[in-house]
């Protein structure tokens, strides 16, 4: 079993630190469990990416010439299964 927990200060991504153009304090966690058969030969794992769903920005490009802030977001709660067989 892993757990990552991660924390981020805020973030400006401009120079005149505006904060539209900014990401406030965030945390995120991800976990990740494993069960293994040796004998049999298979392998499940189980992760989640960004377990409490937070919506955190991670860019911003002011374009005010055609009035509009671009944002990037990261991605949404991520779930991934992984079933592996030795033969």
Known sequence: ARLIFDQRSQVFFDNTN???MSSP???TVAA?????DAQRG???AVSVA???DERIL???LNIA?????QQTFAPPRTVGV????VF
């Open 18 to 20: 505006d904060s539209l």
């Open 25 to 27: 304090d965030s945390q």
């Open 50 to 52: 960004n377990l409490t």
């Open 32 to 36: 990740s469990i494993s069960f293994e």
């Open 65 to 69: 010439n055609y009035g509009f802030i």
């Open 82 to 85: 992984t079933l592996s067989k």
């Open 42 to 44: 298979w392998r499940l």
């Open 58 to 60: 991670i860019a911003a």
